[in-house]
């Protein structure tokens, strides 16, 4: 079986799994990483949204032979680990999970993860290109709630803009 190497949340990992087994799987079932969340299974729903390289993506949708070894993959598990201790918020999280808990935006919960990793990549592609969020690019997250927590979300998302 082939071996494949990439970068997890700041460390180096090494699997035995055939190229076409898709990233998510690898994720939870061989490395035991439970953050991103099989949802569709077909990069529609969004709950496995994660970050390659720094931008979001959906590990379901991705074969894990794609990957090199110095791609790297960061989890909502590791997401606290992108900014200094002294950024972080009162419960030692990353500025935008701090924001979500403040505003109460969770429900059931399970695509959270996945809500704030694809906030993020938003927060951090628009800093990019020189500019702050619209409302057009909180319309562009398709990452979807069944819970319907569309509203809180997307003021956590503008509250913890501000704070990173």
Same mark, same amino acid.
């Given at each position: @079986?082939?071996? =494949?190497?990439?970068? +997890?949340?700041?460390e ?7 190229? %076409?087994?898709?990233? +998510?799987?690898? +994720?939870? %079932?061989? #490395? ?45 598990? *590791?997401?606290? *680990? ?9 419960? *030692?999280?990353?500025?935008? =999970?701090?924001?979500?808990? %403040? ?8 695509? =959270?993860?996945?809500?704030? @990793?694809?906030?993020?990549? #938003? ?10 969020i619209?409302?057009?690019? #909180? %319309? ?19 509250? *913890?803009?501000?704070?990173m």
């Amino acid at each position: @079986m082939p071996e =494949q190497t990439f970068i +997890l949340n700041g460390e180096p990992v090494t699997v035995d799994v055939e190229d %076409d087994v898709r990233v +998510l799987w690898v +994720l939870r %079932d061989i #490395l035991g990483v439970k953050g991103p969340k099989y949802g569709c299974g077909i990069n529609v729903c969004k709950a496995c949204t994660s970050h390659i390289n720094g931008k979001a993506f959906n590990p379901c949708a991705v074969p894990v032979g794609k990957l090199g070894a110095k791609d790297e993959i960061t989890t909502i598990e *590791g997401l606290p *680990g992108e900014v200094p201790e002294s950024e972080r918020g009162e419960h *030692g999280l990353h500025p935008m =999970q701090e924001s979500w808990l %403040d505003n109460d935006v969770a429900q059931c919960g399970y695509c =959270q993860p996945g809500q704030i @990793m694809a906030a993020v990549a #938003l927060v951090k592609k628009v800093r990019a290109e020189g500019r702050t969020i619209t409302d057009g690019d #909180l %319309d562009g997250i398709r990452n979807i709630c069944r819970c319907g927590t569309y509203t809180r979300i997307r003021e956590a998302i503008r509250e *913890g803009e501000q704070r990173m």
